[in-house]
């Protein structure tokens, strides 16, 4: 999979380029970040309710653990959390429904595929890599409206994501925010947030795709 620095953007913008977030949008991450959880609660002494932590992601890791750790210890904590997490998240973790077919949809209609996500860049590129997704370009490290960054850079016209951050993200890059209620967010508040489109899950991603690259949506 090629990296954001070896993928410039295209030079010819009418090309279509669609940014897809990671976490409850491609991939269900859910089981890897509970077990990574328990582990790093056993291995600290410290008290993590893993149940809690998995019902709400989408923001960076440091803003979780600042729940259970004190700030000093949160730097520490958060690099040993990355190194539990690859060793035992990536094989528990599982494509949700339509990741496949969304990024070939893309491709189908001559267009480029972009993944743009808070979890940091070298953990994402594992999912990927074990999940044969495969991405024209992935983006770790970006939270809401920081998003907008690689989706301009990209020349993306569309971010398809499952949290209120991600339909920000969406608008702040003057992109099409395409929603699916998949993660912490119900579509109800992803309809109030803003969200452009709003799906019932990524599986209706490909159909809705063509008929939004014929002008038809």
Request: with cysteine.
């Amino acid at each position: 999979m090629a990296s954001p620095a070896t993928v410039p953007p295209p030079a010819d913008r009418s090309v279509p380029t669609v940014g897809f977030d990671l976490d409850m949008t491609l991939v269900d991450t859910r089981p890897g970040i509970h077990a990574t959880y328990r582990a790093l609660a056993e291995e600290t002494g410290t008290w993590i309710d893993a149940d809690l932590a998995v019902s709400r992601l989408g923001p960076p890791l440091e803003q979780e653990l600042a729940h259970w750790f004190p700030e000093a210890a949160i730097e520490e904590t958060a690099v040993r959390y990355r190194e539990l997490y690859r060793r035992m998240a990536i094989e528990l973790s599982q494509a949700l429904p339509g990741a496949r077919e969304s990024l070939a949809a893309v491709r189908e209609q001559g267009g480029r595929t972009l993944v743009v996500t808070a979890k940091s860049q070298p953990l994402a590129a594992l999912h990927l890599s074990y999940l044969d997704l495969e991405p024209d370009a992935l983006v770790g490290g970006l939270w809401a409206e920081a998003k907008a960054l690689a989706l301009r850079e990209h020349g993306a016209g569309v971010y398809v994501g499952d949290h209120l951050a991600d339909v920000r993200g969406a608008r702040a890059a003057g992109a099409l925010a395409v929603s699916v209620p998949s993660g912490p967010c119900s579509a109800d508040e992803l309809r109030a947030e803003g969200a452009d489109v709003l799906l019932d899950d990524l599986a209706a991603f490909p159909e809705w795709f063509g008929r939004h690259a014929r002008g038809a949506a």
